[in-house]
């Protein structure tokens, strides 16, 4: 069975967090195709992997396309539409920080409208507080910094899916199928599944770290929550030195989506498909990186 591992991470090179410079924030006229298409291309052959990229400066200046709208599930990467939608509505006093909601693990299946059950021990801030209340600042919290289903899905409850949807088409997303639910095994069985591709997700990303969705302070929230999420993260190619060599492992599809505000700032999510050693995944997502930001 293949094993599905994903990291999303912020990298802020030389900067703390904060707004991209006007110079940065500016989108020019022409994207022009990245010169290091066959620098790319080249890892890409060599690795013997199946891999997309999609890449984008974040001036708008440069873009790489490969293979980009192949969908993959990503759980982490189809929260982020709810939460801008919540932000969204915050900003414009729809709803408020300190609203609260009622915390519960039950959730009506949106395949055949059967109840379904998130274990709440899993999630280690929602785990005392079903039967209670939760503001939407706590759950919005839970939701990307936990990777929770639980919050994630009473968020969902309160927004509505067609808004959310609305979300992701205003952001350019429209390779995002957006299913509704979360830990929803019985629609997941039916292929009614929550999916993205590269480009999508390179395209919300972009247009979040842009400033270009919601006001500058509510993006610097946003980019801030994903920079410092409780999954693994940090520089592309990077993993502990004490990890053991991985043996006979399954294939892995290592989704790896990358935010660089530096001297050279670019949003790049990369696909590999095929692989048995993440850590050979994880170099050759590194080695795409630093041949597009040579480029720019």
Same mark, same amino acid.
């Given at each position: ?6 990291i999303l991470?912020?990298v802020?090179?030389?900067l703390a ?7 940065q924030?500016?989108q020019?006229?022409t ?6 298409? /066959?620098?790319?291309e080249k890892?890409?052959q060599q690795?013997?992997a199946?891999?997309s ?8 200046a440069?873009?790489?396309l490969?293979?980009?709208d192949k969908p993959?599930?990503d759980?982490?990467a189809m929260?982020? /539409?709810?939460m801008v ?6 900003e414009? +006093?729809?709803?408020r920080w300190?609203d609260?909601l009622p ?6 299946s949106?395949?055949d ?7 709440p021990? *899993?999630?280690?801030d929602?785990s005392?507080?079903v &039967?209670?209340?939760?503001t ?5 919290d ?6 929770s289903?639980?919050?994630a899905?009473?968020?969902v409850?309160k927004l509505g899916?067609? +808004?959310i ?7 350019g &997303? ?5 299913a509704?639910?979360f ?5 997941a069985a *039916?292929?009614?599944k929550n ?6 997700l390179?395209?919300?990303?972009w ?6 969705v919601v ?9 801030g ?8 993260? &940090?520089?592309p190619?990077v993993?502990p030195?004490q990890? /053991?060599? /991985?043996r006979?492992?399954p294939s892995?599809d290592?989704?790896d ?5 530096g001297a050279?700032?670019f949003v ?7 692989v048995t050693?993440?850590r ?6 590194a080695?795409?990186a630093h041949?597009l930001s040579a480029?720019?």
């Amino acid at each position: 069975m293949r094993a599905a591992r994903h990291i999303l991470c912020v990298v802020l090179l030389g900067l703390a967090l904060c707004c991209p410079s006007r110079t940065q924030n500016a989108q020019t006229s022409t994207i022009h195709e990245s010169s290091a298409r /066959p620098a790319v291309e080249k890892l890409i052959q060599q690795s013997g992997a199946d891999v997309s990229v999609a890449f984008r400066s974040l001036d708008g200046a440069q873009e790489l396309l490969i293979e980009a709208d192949k969908p993959f599930e990503d759980s982490l990467a189809m929260k982020i /539409p709810v939460m801008v939608e919540l932000y969204a509505e915050v900003e414009a +006093r729809e709803l408020r920080w300190s609203d609260s909601l009622p915390v519960h693990a039950s959730f009506r299946s949106i395949a055949d409208g059967s109840t379904y059950h998130i274990d709440p021990s *899993k999630d280690r801030d929602l785990s005392r507080s079903v &039967g209670r209340t939760m503001t939407l600042r706590r759950l919005c919290d839970a939701m990307i910094a936990d990777d929770s289903d639980l919050a994630a899905n009473l968020l969902v409850e309160k927004l509505g899916v067609d +808004r959310i949807r609305q979300r992701i088409h205003a952001m350019g &997303g429209d390779g995002m199928e957006f299913a509704g639910s979360f830990g929803d095994s019985e629609a997941a069985a *039916k292929g009614l599944k929550n999916l993205t591709s590269a480009r999508a997700l390179m395209v919300v990303l972009w247009a979040l770290a842009g400033n270009r969705v919601v006001g500058a302070d509510a993006s610097m929230q946003m980019m801030g929550l994903i920079a410092h999420s409780g999954l693994q993260g &940090g520089v592309p190619g990077v993993t502990p030195a004490q990890a /053991p060599a /991985p043996r006979r492992m399954p294939s892995v599809d290592h989704h790896d989506a990358t935010v660089i505000i530096g001297a050279r700032s670019f949003v790049l999510v990369t696909d590999v498909r095929g692989v048995t050693d993440p850590r050979a995944s994880s170099a050759l997502v590194a080695q795409i990186a630093h041949a597009l930001s040579a480029a720019m």
